[in-house]
């Protein structure tokens, strides 16, 4: 038997996975969502990343993304890497791909902000 937290919604349910006559059996879920989320995570995890990515733009050095799907949970290190690799040269908006089906996982890296489309901010010190 298996033992989780449900990520599933904010409740944070205490998850218990077993392995019956090759079906998981799940108990502790007070939502469908709970279920759902046991057997995904004792078949092929899954989730999303939420990150940042470097600019050419003073006013904004780094701009906030995210993938626009879960993908597996063993490819987030992957995935990582090539949002690292990223260098914004053109002001995008909220929603922009940056990232085209990131690694053919299905998922494009997204951006999360329209503070690169907006007037150019003046930094005063």
């Known amino acids: 038997m298996r033992e989780f937290n449900c990520i599933g919604c904010p409740r944070g349910c205490l998850l218990h996975v077993e392995e019956v006559n090759g ?3 799940v108990t502790g879920n007070t939502c469908i969502r709970g279920h759902d989320f046991a057997i995904s995570e004792m078949t092929c995890p899954k989730r999303t990343i939420c990150s940042s990515v470097k600019t050419v733009f ?7 993304v995210r993938v626009s799907a879960d993908i597996p949970k063993d490819r987030i290190f992957d995935v990582m890497a090539e949002i690292n690799k990223v260098m914004l040269t053109e002001r995008i908006g909220r929603g922009d791909v940056i990232i085209p089906d990131v690694l053919g996982l299905g998922a494009d890296v997204i951006s999360t902000s329209d503070v690169l489309v907006r007037e150019e901010i003046k930094i005063t010190i």
């Open 23 to 25: 079906e998981f059996v």
């Open 58 to 64: 003073a006013d904004v050095p780094v701009l906030p």
